[in-house]
Protein backbone atom coordinates (compact mmCIF):
# COMPACT_ATOMS: atom_id res chain seq x y z
CA UNK A 1 0.00 0.00 0.00
CA UNK A 2 2.93 2.28 -1.18
CA UNK A 3 2.08 5.73 -2.29
CA UNK A 4 -1.96 5.31 -1.40
CA UNK A 5 -4.22 7.61 -3.25
CA UNK A 6 -7.32 8.30 -1.30
CA UNK A 7 -9.40 11.55 -0.82
CA UNK A 8 -10.73 12.88 2.74
CA UNK A 9 -14.10 11.95 1.19
CA UNK A 10 -13.14 8.13 0.88
CA UNK A 11 -11.86 8.28 4.06
CA UNK A 12 -15.33 9.71 5.45
CA UNK A 13 -17.32 6.94 3.23
CA UNK A 14 -15.33 4.08 3.91
CA UNK A 15 -15.02 4.56 7.95
CA UNK A 16 -19.06 4.42 7.65
CA UNK A 17 -19.30 1.94 5.23
CA UNK A 18 -16.63 -0.15 7.52
CA UNK A 19 -17.95 0.63 11.04
CA UNK A 20 -21.74 -0.10 9.65
CA UNK A 21 -20.59 -3.27 7.57
CA UNK A 22 -23.46 -2.03 4.88
CA UNK A 23 -23.53 0.68 1.99
CA UNK A 24 -26.74 0.96 2.67
CA UNK A 25 -26.56 2.05 6.54
CA UNK A 26 -23.93 4.09 5.58
CA UNK A 27 -25.19 6.03 2.49
CA UNK A 28 -28.02 6.85 4.84
CA UNK A 29 -25.66 8.21 7.46
CA UNK A 30 -23.52 10.42 4.96
CA UNK A 31 -26.63 11.38 3.11
CA UNK A 32 -25.54 9.93 -0.06
CA UNK A 33 -27.20 7.52 -2.20
CA UNK A 34 -26.16 3.69 -2.13
CA UNK A 35 -24.38 3.85 -5.18
CA UNK A 36 -22.40 6.71 -4.93
CA UNK A 37 -21.28 4.96 -1.84
CA UNK A 38 -20.15 1.60 -3.53
CA UNK A 39 -18.45 3.62 -6.48
CA UNK A 40 -16.36 5.67 -3.98
CA UNK A 41 -14.96 2.20 -2.31
CA UNK A 42 -14.93 0.19 -5.07
CA UNK A 43 -12.96 3.30 -6.71
CA UNK A 44 -10.59 3.06 -3.65
CA UNK A 45 -9.56 -0.36 -3.87
CA UNK A 46 -9.14 -0.03 -7.77
CA UNK A 47 -6.98 3.20 -7.27
CA UNK A 48 -4.74 1.49 -4.63
CA UNK A 49 -5.02 -2.37 -6.25
CA UNK A 50 -6.16 -3.83 -3.19
CA UNK A 51 -9.25 -5.47 -1.36
CA UNK A 52 -10.71 -3.99 1.75
CA UNK A 53 -14.10 -5.20 1.68
CA UNK A 54 -15.48 -8.51 0.89
CA UNK A 55 -18.99 -10.09 0.16
CA UNK A 56 -19.51 -13.22 1.26
CA UNK A 57 -23.38 -14.73 1.48
CA UNK A 58 -24.47 -11.41 1.45
CA UNK A 59 -22.86 -10.07 3.66
CA UNK A 60 -19.84 -7.16 4.11
CA UNK A 61 -16.77 -8.07 5.79
CA UNK A 62 -13.40 -6.26 5.97
CA UNK A 63 -10.39 -8.15 4.67
CA UNK A 64 -6.91 -7.43 6.52
CA UNK A 65 -5.53 -4.64 4.86
CA UNK A 66 -9.66 -3.14 4.93
CA UNK A 67 -9.30 -3.68 8.97
CA UNK A 68 -6.15 -1.88 8.84
CA UNK A 69 -7.55 0.82 6.83
CA UNK A 70 -10.43 1.11 8.77
CA UNK A 71 -8.73 1.98 12.21
CA UNK A 72 -6.48 4.43 10.38
CA UNK A 73 -9.31 5.92 8.90
CA UNK A 74 -10.86 6.31 12.41
CA UNK A 75 -8.04 7.84 13.82
CA UNK A 76 -7.47 10.54 10.95
CA UNK A 77 -11.46 11.66 11.77
CA UNK A 78 -10.78 11.60 15.28
CA UNK A 79 -7.96 14.41 14.69
CA UNK A 80 -9.82 16.10 12.20
CA UNK A 81 -12.95 16.34 14.32
CA UNK A 82 -10.44 17.33 17.04
CA UNK A 83 -8.78 20.36 14.71
CA UNK A 84 -12.25 21.51 13.78
CA UNK A 85 -12.85 21.55 17.62
CA UNK A 86 -9.34 23.67 18.47
CA UNK A 87 -9.96 25.72 15.50
CA UNK A 88 -13.72 26.94 16.39
CA UNK A 89 -12.19 27.57 19.83
CA UNK A 90 -9.73 29.64 19.03
CA UNK A 91 -12.05 31.63 16.85
CA UNK A 92 -14.76 31.96 19.89
CA UNK A 93 -11.75 33.00 22.20
CA UNK A 94 -11.70 37.03 22.02
CA UNK A 95 -8.32 38.31 22.62
CA UNK A 96 -4.94 39.22 21.04
CA UNK A 97 -4.83 42.77 19.22
CA UNK A 98 -7.21 44.81 17.94
CA UNK A 99 -5.40 47.29 15.94
CA UNK A 100 -7.85 51.14 15.51
CA UNK A 101 -6.97 53.73 13.33
CA UNK A 102 -9.07 57.14 15.35
CA UNK A 103 -9.11 60.45 14.00
CA UNK A 104 -7.96 62.99 16.80
CA UNK A 105 -11.05 64.61 17.61
CA UNK A 106 -12.34 60.93 18.63
CA UNK A 107 -9.81 60.90 20.90
CA UNK A 108 -11.81 62.48 23.53
CA UNK A 109 -14.06 59.48 23.59
CA UNK A 110 -12.83 56.53 22.16
CA UNK A 111 -10.77 55.55 25.71
CA UNK A 112 -13.89 55.76 27.98
CA UNK A 113 -15.56 52.83 25.29
CA UNK A 114 -12.80 50.91 25.18
CA UNK A 115 -12.68 50.98 28.75
CA UNK A 116 -15.76 49.62 28.86
CA UNK A 117 -15.19 47.01 25.91
CA UNK A 118 -12.04 46.09 27.94
CA UNK A 119 -14.06 45.25 30.80
CA UNK A 120 -15.84 42.87 28.68
CA UNK A 121 -13.20 41.40 27.17
CA UNK A 122 -9.86 41.34 29.16
CA UNK A 123 -7.54 39.85 27.34
CA UNK A 124 -7.57 42.01 24.14
CA UNK A 125 -4.55 44.47 23.60
CA UNK A 126 -5.81 47.72 21.85
CA UNK A 127 -2.73 48.97 19.45
CA UNK A 128 -4.82 52.46 18.79
CA UNK A 129 -3.20 55.14 16.69
CA UNK A 130 -4.42 58.59 17.05
CA UNK A 131 -3.53 60.30 13.73
CA UNK A 132 -5.05 62.77 10.98
CA UNK A 133 -7.92 61.88 8.40
CA UNK A 134 -5.24 62.57 5.77
CA UNK A 135 -2.64 60.17 6.75
CA UNK A 136 -5.48 57.46 8.27
CA UNK A 137 -6.62 57.40 4.39
CA UNK A 138 -3.19 56.39 3.37
CA UNK A 139 -2.29 54.14 5.91
CA UNK A 140 -6.21 52.43 5.20
CA UNK A 141 -4.89 51.70 1.59
CA UNK A 142 -2.02 49.72 2.98
CA UNK A 143 -4.29 47.54 5.40
CA UNK A 144 -2.53 48.51 8.63
CA UNK A 145 -5.37 48.50 10.70
CA UNK A 146 -8.53 46.27 11.70
CA UNK A 147 -10.95 49.15 12.25
CA UNK A 148 -11.02 52.87 11.63
CA UNK A 149 -13.09 55.72 13.39
CA UNK A 150 -13.62 58.43 11.52
CA UNK A 151 -16.25 61.17 11.72
CA UNK A 152 -16.41 60.71 6.90
CA UNK A 153 -15.97 57.84 5.19
CA UNK A 154 -14.34 58.03 2.21
CA UNK A 155 -16.14 57.95 -1.02
CA UNK A 156 -13.24 56.77 -2.96
CA UNK A 157 -12.41 53.76 -0.85
CA UNK A 158 -14.32 50.90 -0.83
CA UNK A 159 -15.01 50.07 2.65
CA UNK A 160 -17.97 48.97 5.24
CA UNK A 161 -18.88 51.85 7.25
CA UNK A 162 -21.35 51.36 10.30
CA UNK A 163 -22.95 54.60 12.27
CA UNK A 164 -22.60 53.93 16.18
CA UNK A 165 -22.05 57.79 17.56
CA UNK A 166 -23.18 61.35 17.14
CA UNK A 167 -21.34 64.24 17.14
CA UNK A 168 -22.19 67.69 18.02
CA UNK A 169 -20.09 70.55 16.80
CA UNK A 170 -20.44 73.65 18.26
CA UNK A 171 -18.61 77.30 18.06
CA UNK A 172 -16.80 78.07 20.71
CA UNK A 173 -14.85 81.31 21.95
CA UNK A 174 -12.36 82.52 24.72
CA UNK A 175 -14.36 83.59 27.99
CA UNK A 176 -16.12 86.75 28.12
CA UNK A 177 -15.95 86.58 24.23
CA UNK A 178 -18.79 89.86 23.03
CA UNK A 179 -20.89 86.95 21.96
CA UNK A 180 -20.86 84.78 24.95
CA UNK A 181 -24.42 86.45 26.09
CA UNK A 182 -25.73 86.37 22.67
CA UNK A 183 -28.66 85.05 21.85
CA UNK A 184 -29.49 82.68 18.25
CA UNK A 185 -26.23 84.68 16.99
CA UNK A 186 -26.60 84.88 13.29
CA UNK A 187 -24.21 82.75 11.93
CA UNK A 188 -22.94 85.80 9.31
CA UNK A 189 -21.68 87.48 12.48
CA UNK A 190 -18.72 84.76 12.29
CA UNK A 191 -17.16 86.16 9.51
CA UNK A 192 -16.38 89.13 11.06
CA UNK A 193 -14.32 87.01 13.76
CA UNK A 194 -10.98 85.38 13.52
CA UNK A 195 -11.77 81.97 12.86
CA UNK A 196 -9.49 78.92 13.63
CA UNK A 197 -9.83 76.06 11.62
CA UNK A 198 -8.58 72.66 10.83
CA UNK A 199 -5.81 71.77 8.17
CA UNK A 200 -7.63 71.17 4.70
CA UNK A 201 -8.57 67.56 4.84
CA UNK A 202 -10.09 67.54 8.13
CA UNK A 203 -13.36 65.86 8.66
CA UNK A 204 -14.57 69.05 10.70
CA UNK A 205 -13.25 71.15 8.20
CA UNK A 206 -15.00 70.20 5.67
CA UNK A 207 -18.37 70.12 7.82
CA UNK A 208 -18.05 73.65 9.11
CA UNK A 209 -16.88 74.78 5.55
CA UNK A 210 -19.99 73.41 4.19
CA UNK A 211 -22.30 75.26 7.00
CA UNK A 212 -21.27 78.17 5.64
CA UNK A 213 -21.59 77.74 1.99
CA UNK A 214 -25.03 76.88 3.06
CA UNK A 215 -25.74 79.95 4.30
CA UNK A 216 -23.43 81.98 1.24
CA UNK A 217 -20.55 82.80 3.53
CA UNK A 218 -17.05 82.55 2.42
CA UNK A 219 -14.89 82.20 5.49
CA UNK A 220 -11.24 82.73 5.23
CA UNK A 221 -9.45 80.95 8.25
CA UNK A 222 -7.49 83.58 10.66
CA UNK A 223 -5.25 80.53 11.04
CA UNK A 224 -4.94 76.74 10.24
CA UNK A 225 -4.02 74.57 13.35
CA UNK A 226 -2.99 70.65 13.01
CA UNK A 227 -5.10 69.73 15.40
CA UNK A 228 -8.31 69.88 18.07
CA UNK A 229 -6.10 70.32 21.09
CA UNK A 230 -4.07 72.95 19.56
CA UNK A 231 -7.46 74.64 18.29
CA UNK A 232 -8.57 74.30 21.99
CA UNK A 233 -5.44 75.80 23.25
CA UNK A 234 -5.50 78.83 21.07
CA UNK A 235 -9.09 79.69 21.52
CA UNK A 236 -8.70 79.61 25.10
CA UNK A 237 -5.46 81.95 24.86
CA UNK A 238 -7.77 84.00 23.22
CA UNK A 239 -6.62 83.84 19.21
CA UNK A 240 -10.03 83.48 18.11
CA UNK A 241 -12.76 81.51 17.70
CA UNK A 242 -13.77 77.65 16.30
CA UNK A 243 -15.72 74.96 15.77
CA UNK A 244 -15.21 71.86 17.99
CA UNK A 245 -16.50 68.82 18.94
CA UNK A 246 -18.89 69.00 22.34
CA UNK A 247 -16.92 66.21 23.72
CA UNK A 248 -13.54 67.57 23.42
CA UNK A 249 -14.21 70.66 25.20
CA UNK A 250 -16.52 69.45 28.02
CA UNK A 251 -13.88 70.20 31.23
CA UNK A 252 -13.26 73.56 29.98
CA UNK A 253 -16.39 74.83 28.81
CA UNK A 254 -17.40 73.54 32.72
CA UNK A 255 -14.84 75.71 34.31
CA UNK A 256 -15.18 78.91 32.11
CA UNK A 257 -12.07 78.82 30.24
CA UNK A 258 -14.19 78.59 27.08
CA UNK A 259 -17.73 79.18 26.07
CA UNK A 260 -20.07 77.91 23.62
CA UNK A 261 -22.04 80.52 21.63
CA UNK A 262 -25.36 79.75 20.40
CA UNK A 263 -25.47 80.54 16.93
CA UNK A 264 -27.84 79.69 14.72
CA UNK A 265 -27.21 76.59 12.06
CA UNK A 266 -25.15 75.29 15.12
CA UNK A 267 -24.78 72.33 16.47
CA UNK A 268 -23.79 70.55 13.45
CA UNK A 269 -25.00 66.83 14.35
CA UNK A 270 -22.82 63.94 12.02
CA UNK A 271 -22.12 60.43 12.58
CA UNK A 272 -18.91 58.87 13.92
CA UNK A 273 -18.50 55.98 11.82
CA UNK A 274 -16.10 52.50 12.80
CA UNK A 275 -15.35 51.16 9.10
CA UNK A 276 -13.60 48.50 7.47
CA UNK A 277 -12.02 47.92 3.91
CA UNK A 278 -14.41 45.89 2.38
CA UNK A 279 -13.64 42.21 1.69
CA UNK A 280 -11.51 42.20 4.86
CA UNK A 281 -11.64 38.93 7.16
CA UNK A 282 -11.78 40.41 10.82
CA UNK A 283 -10.11 39.00 13.88
CA UNK A 284 -12.01 38.14 16.65
CA UNK A 285 -11.48 40.52 19.09
CA UNK A 286 -12.35 43.26 15.71
CA UNK A 287 -15.37 41.44 15.30
CA UNK A 288 -16.55 41.92 19.10
CA UNK A 289 -15.57 45.23 19.35
CA UNK A 290 -17.43 46.13 16.09
CA UNK A 291 -20.40 44.26 17.46
CA UNK A 292 -20.00 46.00 21.13
CA UNK A 293 -20.19 49.47 18.96
CA UNK A 294 -23.48 48.22 17.66
CA UNK A 295 -25.04 46.71 20.37
CA UNK A 296 -24.77 49.57 23.42
CA UNK A 297 -26.00 53.03 24.03
CA UNK A 298 -22.83 55.30 23.33
CA UNK A 299 -24.71 58.31 24.75
CA UNK A 300 -25.56 56.33 28.34
CA UNK A 301 -21.97 55.21 28.55
CA UNK A 302 -20.58 58.86 28.11
CA UNK A 303 -22.61 60.05 30.81
CA UNK A 304 -22.07 57.75 32.85
CA UNK A 305 -18.31 58.18 32.23
CA UNK A 306 -18.98 61.81 32.90
CA UNK A 307 -17.81 62.83 29.50
CA UNK A 308 -20.56 64.67 28.20
Known sequence: MHNLHITAQQIRIFEAVARNLSYTKAAEELSLTQPAVSIQVKRLEENNDVKFIEVVGKKLFLTRPGEHMFKTCKKILAELNDLNISIKSEQARIDGELRIAVVTPAKYFMPYILKAFLNRYPDVKPMITVINRRRILDEIKHNQYDLSIMGRVPEDLNMQAF????????????????????????????????????????????????????????????????????????????????????????????????????????PITRDWYVAKVAGKSLVPAAQAFLEFLNSVDINKLLVMSDTR
Open 163 to 266: PFFQNELVVVAPPKHSLSKEKKIPITALSNERFLMREKGSGIRDSVQERFVENGINLEPYMELGSTESIKQAVMAGLGISVLPKQAIRLENRYRHIDVLDVEGF
